[in-house]
């Protein structure tokens, strides 16, 4: 699979904005795929942030499994607060509790002077880890827009939710990824504008990880056994049905189903990175 790289011009410009805006929130929430922590997080914004106290938000942590929870140990152990979210599926309690720890002492200083602005959060991260879900959920509304594909948000927008304000903005990639195999995870989980990717290469990606780390889960879904990945999606598309005429494999649909179920879920909960990974 050739390199990854992924950084068009509006990031640079949100880049920008961030750093413009930064003064005006108290705190910033960083969004992390569950599936994919290590890989989806981004260093440009924890530096951006400076003094700012920041929260790690795993988010989709209904479709990771107990590797994320060790990935957010590793967390911890560097000082990192965190906490584990399904935005998707209403679990804003945790989320809350783990946002009003992070500005006590902000809260408790507005309380000393009078103010009653409301305290401001900033919510970043990289595409499609589920932002404007959060926001969405935090503010019992629809109010930032959502898809299952990176680039929905390009603009900045303030959201009321009760005493706060949060700032969405779009998503952020790092100008370089450096480090190809976790840009290949984010491909893989939908981080990266496919329109820039070649499925085949995404699939076949797709298939070699998960036959290092979840060989059970093809057999499950696709009744295919580990192998080399190009013989693996050809018995997919046997399995399924999707051939041509004349016998011959239609590799596209494979492709596209096998991308799809792992996005969606229905392989299973999984989490590509693992805690050995470590990029602290």
Known sequence: ??????????????????????????????????????SSYNPRLERLAKDKPVLFVFNKRDLADAKT??????????????????????????LL??????VKEKAELLKNRGSSRPL??????????GKSSLINLLSGGKKAATGDKAGVTRNKQWVRCADMELLDSPGLMPPSLENQTFAKRLAALGSVNDDILA???????????????YPERLEERYGIETGE???MLESLCK??????????????????????????????????????????
Not at 97 to 102: R, S
Not at 249 to 278: H, M, N, Q, W
Request: proline residues 4%; charged residues 30%.
């Open 120 to 129: 401001r959060f900033m919510v970043a991260g990289i595409p499609n880890t």
């Open 239 to 280: 399995s399924r049905g999707f051939l041509l005429r004349g016998g011959d494999f239609d590799y596209e649909r494979g492709e596209r189903a096998l991308i799809d179920d792992l996005r969606k879920g229905r392989l299973g909960p999984v989490t590509l990175d693992s805690c050995g990974e470590a990029i602290f």
């Open 199 to 213: 499925f085949d290469e995404i699939a076949l990606f797709i298939l070699e990880e998960l036959g290092k780390g």
């Open 1 to 38: 699979m050739k390199n990854v790289q992924w950084y068009p011009g509006h990031m640079a410009k949100a880049m920008r904005m961030l750093e413009e805006n930064l003064s005006l929130v108290d705190a910033a929430l960083f969004v992390l795929d569950a599936r994919a922590p290590l």
């Open 97 to 102: 509790n783990a946002m009003t720890e992070l």
């Open 229 to 231: 990945p190009l013989a």
């Open 69 to 94: 929870e060790e990935i957010g140990e590793a967390f911890k152990a560097k000082g990192k607060k965190v906490v584990f979210l399904s935005a998707v599926k209403g679990q804003a309690r945790p």
